[in-house]
T-cell receptor, first 111, second 112 residues
Framework: GEDVEQSLFLSVREGDSSVINCTYT??????LYWYKQEPGAGLQLLTY?????DMKQDQRLTVLLNKKDKHLSLRIADTQTGDSAIYFC???????????FGTGTSLTVIP | EAGVAQSPRYKIIEKRQSVAFWCNPI?????LYWYQQILGQGPKLLIQ????????DSQLPKDRFSAERLKGVDSTLKIQPAKLEDSAVYLC??????????FGPGTRLTVL
């Protein structure tokens, strides 16, 4: 449950959609999360999905989960400059309730 | 609902000195976590409490790090003595049932 991988950087133009990807290795994950971290700040929970779901939508955010490929993605529609931050995916296990984080994807939104 | 509180926000010390961080979780959250986030990396779990008991401290460098949560609410994390490689952001998080973790703003430690 500790091998969570993300691409390091993503750059998009303001108004476009952003897609941030994450792969994980432990199929026993119960919940998968997306956190946002702005410079000098803590982690802000954006959204989470239970492992038996395929998709969750929350305003501009869409989470897709492909359990077969152990792939999680976060789509941000109409990306704004305020969305520039580092995005972490994380998983939690059914035992221990621990959260394991990826390395983070730095999203840069170009005006 | 108040979030997770941490203090201090910033701390600069010299190597071999001691330092302590404080965390007040969200009211009613039984699970409390301390994470270390080194620049450019994701957070790494140091210790997890369930009420006042330790659930997992396998990644805690016990020769220099200690943590306690005596009354099952607030927690302190101590480093004694600090090393240069301890420079990081120390994040506290709490969770009601282990499903969702809410994080504090973190304490940025610089060891000179």
């Amino acid at each position: 449950g500790e091998d969570v991988e993300q691409s390091l950087f993503l750059s998009v133009r303001e108004g476009d959609s952003s897609v941030i990807n994450c792969t994980y290795t432990d199929s026993s994950s119960t919940y998968l999360y997306w956190y946002k971290q702005e410079p000098g700040a803590g982690l802000q929970l954006l959204t989470y999905i239970f492992s038996n779901m395929d998709m969750k939508q929350d305003q501009r955010l869409t989470v897709l989960l492909n359990k077969k490929d152990k792939h999680l993605s976060l789509r941000i529609a109409d990306t704004q400059t305020g969305d520039s931050a580092i995005y972490f995916c994380a998983e939690s296990m059914p035992t221990g309730n621990q959260f394991y984080f990826g390395t983070g994807t730095s999203l840069t939104v170009i005006p | 609902e108040a979030g997770v509180a941490q203090s201090p926000r910033y701390k600069i010390i010299e190597k071999r000195q001691s330092v302590a961080f404080w965390c007040n979780p969200i009211s009613g959250h039984a699970t409390l976590y301390w994470y270390q986030q080194i620049l450019g990396q994701g957070p790494k779990l140091l210790i997890q409490f369930q009420n006042n008991g330790v659930v997992d401290d396998s990644q805690l460098p016990k020769d220099r790090f200690s943590a306690e949560r005596l009354k099952g609410v607030d927690s302190t994390l101590k480093i004694q003595p600090a090393k240069l490689e301890d420079s990081a952001v120390y994040l506290c998080a709490s969770s009601l049932s282990g499903r969702v973790g809410f994080f504090g703003p973190g304490t940025r430690l610089t060891v000179l």
